[in-house]
């Protein structure tokens, strides 16, 4: 089985335009030409999926507004009825300020969407903040999936909203038993992340880190040490679609030096057991 657990979308109508703004965000911010290798259209994902054999990938929406929510779990809720047919399974969305989160993530459970996605940067909020806090703590009271957004965001500059040390602080507090911490952690972090985080029992996802066409990526060599230090057990394959063709992350991972073995756990069976079991 395959799972790819972080992949994201976009109306049709806006699509290319955002994916172009976005584009010249990341060169306007970090100097380096980043292109977008996929469509960001739900119809091309579900397409790369089956053709890639990827069983499900996994949207995760991102509300970056209080109204966006219900939108889009009500959309998630659409697209979960064809996952057999199309191999796309939505997350839930939910924005830190809200003051309704707690019916919002009853919405999530009853809906069955699994979990949730959170992106500090985005959201413009520390996670550091008790609105995050609080949601992570009632989310994981309803035993739901809670994917972050960690480390620094390429397209935006400036202050990082998500860092290892707020993650240690979360976990004096909180200890959620399915938090994903995407991007191996902490985007651009991973030297900060080797020294504070490996060992928690914390998930970290592969979105786009051995992408070699971004410039900033992940280097084999402290890939494979981390996935050792933190143990394959806990690493989840992803993607971060359309920022990687998912045909290319699943050559790198594979070709990255994983053993067998991990190879199985990390491309699906971790992420059919958090998720699913």
């Known amino acids: 089985m395959i799972i790819d657990v972080h992949t994201h979308i976009f109306p049709e109508k806006i699509a290319y335009q955002t994916l172009r703004h976005m584009e ?9 030409k980043v292109d977008a290798e996929a469509t960001a259209l739900m119809s091309d994902l579900s397409k790369t999926s089956i053709e890639e054999g990827i069983d499900i990938s996994v949207i995760c929406p991102v509300a970056t507004n209080i109204t966006q929510p219900a939108k889009l779990n009500a959309l998630a809720s659409k697209i979960n009825e064809l996952t057999d047919k199309t191999h796309l399974f939505s997350f839930g969305a939910i924005h830190p300020d809200v003051e309704n989160y707690k019916e919002i ?23 550091s903040d008790d609105k995050y806090l609080r949601i992570v703590d009632y989310a994981a009271e309803k035993d739901l999936v809670i994917i972050i957004h960690a480390g620094e965001d390429i397209g935006i500059p400036g202050e990082i909203h998500a ?3 707020m993650i240690l602080n979360m976990h004096k507090h909180i200890q959620p038993e399915k938090l994903v911490l995407a991007h191996m ?6 030297d900060e992340v080797e020294e504070k985080l490996l060992g ?41 679609s ?32 958090l998720i699913w079991n």
Not at 105 to 127: C, E, M, S, W
């Open 24 to 32: 010249e965000m990341i060169y306007k911010c970090q100097g380096i």
């Open 105 to 127: 993530i009853d919405d999530v459970v009853a809906r069955d969407l699994r979990g949730i996605k959170l992106h500090p940067d985005y959201q413009n909020t520390l996670f």
């Open 163 to 165: 860092t290892p040390d």
């Open 185 to 190: 952690g902490g985007w651009r972090m991973w």
């Open 200 to 240: 928690l029992p914390y998930y970290l996802d592969t979105a786009i880190c051995l992408n070699k066409n971004v410039q900033i990526y992940l280097k084999e060599e402290q890939f494979l040490r981390m996935v050792q230090k933190h143990g394959a057990d806990k690493i989840l394959f992803g993607t971060d």
């Open 242 to 273: 359309p920022w990687y063709s998912q045909k290319q992350a699943l050559k790198d991972i594979r070709n990255s030096g994983l053993k067998e073995d991990e190879l199985k756990l990390i491309l699906g069976e971790n992420a059919k057991r």
